[in-house]
């Protein structure tokens, strides 16, 4: 048996204005290549660098989040690389004074966080083909690029993408990165080694080129399998990087790793030191928002919701602030059935038509209010939950309230006895064959008298009052 040990290096893009050190805006997704650059990010002779206050505060709001010591004083480095769409030659980071130290997340520990500059991109395709050149964009040159360091705390796969989500869900939480992956915003690397002995660190393999959480998850299963492969057959483990190949499923030998002095690193010559001393650091920590852990646990505690339906709560804000002010509009006591109702409708229903529509939050017609007026038309037998159904694919077409829809579309609830008596009894006397089934004790007898009860009134009676007729009828 070996003993895992993973440690994480996460790349988050921040989302500024502009640039790390210039003044060009700071977006490379939509658009034509290299119109978002200027001398400084193309590293013209006799440029000046300027920090970028607003990335530095997302990084100090991130260290905040994860109870991440932050420095009073700090100061950038340059680390010196050749990359073709690094046109410096070396990329302004940070190496001994990380914006943050010592934080914690997941009870995974936290080395640092520090911010750096990104690379442009190369383009091998054009338009989904293979190019007849390489060529570069650099509009991703200089955006600014915060780096998370782990501990090698983490024992497995699972507890990796945890993380990673966990990290994503505060980033978004924060408001100071998308942290796509697949867009690129967010990038996992995985150092990985195994050893027999706890305490006792095996030849430590870096993954690079993870793209997904899916990626991160088998990535890191293959290189575990893989070295204890190679242990096991008398081989040895060499210290390099690998790449994740998606398609093919493996990590695939990349070159041997450059340790630090590699990269010569000294403090960047163009920008003064930073002095964090007068930051109202204490007001900053203040001001953060309500974080994933805390409004899990307030969510669980407040409304008596489960935890698997909290945790599809908690995975966007948007969505935890949606619920919430549906719940208002409820005016119910905590701990009401009807937030239950409401909380499924809204991870089930309305989600589900939110991601076959490709529909986001800023373009939702449905406002909370008209949400919650659904939820307690079916609370209260106007509307069966198959009406409700339409009734909110209709709402999401229109952002119409839903009683306004009811009445335009003469849509009701059958519910009184007088009214499906008469619905009960000629089914009855169409079926003598079921009729003699409910008496043999078939119970799927009665299913199949309710879906004609449904079909018979158009699906505006409601299944379980069309059951209790008929069992009464029946045993009359
Ligand atoms: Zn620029
Ligand atoms: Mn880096």
């Known amino acids: 048996m070996y003993i895992p040990t993973i440690g994480l290096e996460i790349h988050m893009i921040v989302k500024t204005k502009t640039k790390m050190f210039c003044s060009c805006p700071n977006s490379f997704e939509d658009g034509n290549p290299n119109i978002n650059v200027c001398p400084v990010c193309l590293a013209h002779p006799g440029t000046i660098p300027v920090a970028n206050e607003e990335a530095i505060r997302a990084v100090v709001r991130l260290g905040l989040a994860l109870n991440g010591a932050i420095a009073t004083t700090s100061h950038f480095d340059r680390k010196s690389y050749f990359y073709p769409d690094l046109p410096k030659g070396y990329q302004i980071s940070?190496?001994?004074?990380?914006?943050?130290?010592?934080?914690?997340?997941?009870?995974?520990?936290?080395?640092?966080?520090?911010?750096?500059?990104?690379?442009?991109?190369?383009?091998?395709?054009?338009?989904?083909?293979?190019?007849?050149?390489?060529?570069?964009?650099?509009?991703?040159?200089?955006?600014?690029?915060?780096?998370?360091?782990?501990?090698?705390?983490?024992?497995n796969a699972d507890e990796a993408v945890a993380f990673a989500k966990e990290l994503q869900r505060i980033v978004r939480y924060l408001g100071i990165s998308?942290?796509?992956?697949?867009?690129?915003?967010?990038?996992?690397?995985?150092?990985?080694?195994?050893?027999?002995?706890?305490?006792?660190?095996?030849?430590?393999?870096?993954?690079?080129?993870?793209?997904?959480?899916?990626?991160?998850?088998?990535a890191i299963l293959f290189e575990l399998q893989r070295q204890e492969e190679?242990?096991?057959?008398?081989?040895?483990?060499?210290?390099?990087?690998?790449?994740?190949?998606?398609?093919?499923?493996?990590?695939?030998?990349?070159?041997?790793?450059?340790?630090?002095?590699?990269?010569?690193?000294?403090?960047?010559?163009?920008?003064?030191?930073?002095?964090?001393?007068?930051?109202?650091?204490?007001?900053?920590?203040?001001?953060?928002?309500?974080?994933?852990?805390?409004?899990?646990?307030?969510?669980?505690v407040q409304y008596g919701l489960s935890k698997d339906l909290v945790e599809l709560l908690i995975d966007q804000p948007e969505w935890a602030n949606y619920f919430e002010n549906a719940v208002s509009e409820l005016r119910t006591e905590e701990k009401d059935p009807n937030i239950v109702l409401l909380a499924n409708y809204l991870t089930s229903d309305l989600k589900g038509l939110m991601n076959v529509k490709n529909v986001g939050f800023d373009q939702l017609k449905i406002t909370p209010e008209n949400f919650a007026d659904l939820v307690r038309l079916v609370d209260d037998g106007?509307?069966?939950?198959?009406?409700?159904?339409?009734?909110?694919?209709?709402m999401f077409e229109t952002g119409e309230d839903p009683e306004v829809i009811m009445r335009e579309g003469g849509i009701r609830v059958i519910g009184g006895e007088e009214e499906l008596m008469p619905v009960i009894e000629e089914i009855l006397s169409k079926n003598p064959k079921a009729i003699e089934d409910f008496k043999k004790g078939k119970m799927n007898s009665i299913q199949f008298l309710v879906g004609q009860g449904m079909a018979r009134t158009k699906g505006q009676a409601s299944p379980d009052i069309l059951k209790v007729l008929f069992e009464k009828k029946l045993s009359e």
């Open 94 to 155: 940070q190496y001994d004074e990380p914006f943050v130290s010592h934080g914690m997340l997941h009870g995974i520990r936290i080395t640092r966080v520090h911010l750096e500059e990104d690379a442009g991109r190369l383009l091998h395709d054009i338009a989904g083909k293979k190019a007849d050149a390489t060529y570069v964009d650099y509009n991703r040159a200089g955006s600014p690029l915060m780096e998370l360091v782990t501990e090698p705390d983490i024992k």
């Open 382 to 394: 106007k509307l069966s939950s198959r009406l409700a159904k339409d009734i909110l694919v209709k």
């Open 178 to 218: 998308d942290a796509d992956m697949e867009k690129g915003q967010m990038r996992v690397e995985a150092n990985i080694s195994i050893s027999k002995k706890s305490g006792e660190l095996g030849t430590k393999v870096e993954v690079k080129n993870i793209n997904s959480f899916r990626a991160v998850h088998d």
């Open 230 to 300: 190679v242990l096991e057959s008398g081989g040895t483990i060499h210290q390099e990087t690998r790449g994740w190949n998606d398609v093919k499923r493996i990590t695939e030998s990349q070159r041997s790793k450059e340790s630090a002095h590699d990269y010569r690193y000294f403090p960047e010559p163009d920008l003064a030191p930073i002095d964090l001393s007068s930051w109202d650091i204490e007001g900053m920590k203040r001001g953060l928002p309500e974080l994933p852990e805390a409004k899990r646990d307030r969510l669980v």
